[in-house]
């Protein structure tokens, strides 16, 4: 299995991004899969998750409101839409596989990780 993150840049504060996440493999719609984000001098945190058919998700605190997941199966892809972007929002942003069906937020119910995608959010 192989994730490709993509769509990492800069923007200003305020603005909007939004990633993408393409898998290989042929059981995409089998698992659940997860964004999670590592800034500078930090541990990686949980970000946002999706179930395997895209009818639940979860949110971190601290994007609620501004960000939101989707999952497209058909293109073996998930995305993160991400709005009303604030420096502290500035990390590398991973997408990663869950090891079942329904979204999780540890990341050690994660097995397959993408390469990671930078976000820089300017003030």
């Known amino acids: 299995v192989q994730l490709q993150a993509s769509g990492g840049g800069l923007v200003q504060a305020g603005g909007s991004l939004g990633l993408s996440c393409a898998a290989s493999?042929?059981?995409?719609?089998?698992?659940?899969m997860g964004w999670f984000r590592q800034a500078p001098g930090k541990e990686r945190e949980f970000v946002s998750a999706?179930?395997?058919?895209?009818?639940?998700?979860t949110y971190a605190d601290s994007v609620k409101g501004r960000f939101t997941i989707s999952r497209d199966n058909a293109k073996n892809t998930v995305y993160l839409q991400m709005n009303s972007l604030k420096p502290e929002d500035t990390a590398v942003y991973y997408c990663?596989?869950?090891?079942?069906?329904?979204?999780?937020?540890?990341?050690?119910?994660?097995?397959?990780w993408g390469q990671g995608t930078l976000v820089t959010v300017s003030s």
């Open positions: 990663a596989r869950g090891k079942g069906r329904y979204l999780a937020i540890i990341r050690y119910d994660y097995d397959y």
């Open positions: 493999g042929r059981t995409f719609s089998d698992y659940g």
């Open positions: 999706i179930n395997w058919s895209g009818g639940t998700t």
